[in-house]
């Protein structure tokens, strides 16, 4: 499913236009990136959590020429599912 659908779905199942569907969705969006930008957290119980990991500053190497290059530090979102999930997902529910 891709945010495509996602909008087609909620739009449906609430009987919404495409466009508020679009607009609720980008809020929603819109909200966890401002949030995940700050250093927040994101639970969804049931679902799972979003976080950011700090990665340090390193020297890499690249793989085809052997060169190594100063890798900056950055910031990516991680997601770690809930058990709720896994369970659903592997058929328990």
Known sequence: MNKSDL???????NHLTDKVATQIIDLVFDGFTDTLK????IEIRGFG????????????????TGKTTNVKS???????????????VDGGL
Do not use: C, H, M, Q
């Open 74 to 88: 950055k910031k990516l979102p991680f997601f770690k599912v809930g058990k709720a999930l896994k369970k659903r």
């Open 49 to 64: 959590s979003f976080t950011v990991r700090n990665y340090e500053a390193y020297t890499g190497r690249n793989p085809k």
């Open 38 to 41: 700050n250093d927040g957290r």
């Open 7 to 13: 909008i087609v779905e909620l739009a449906k199942k």
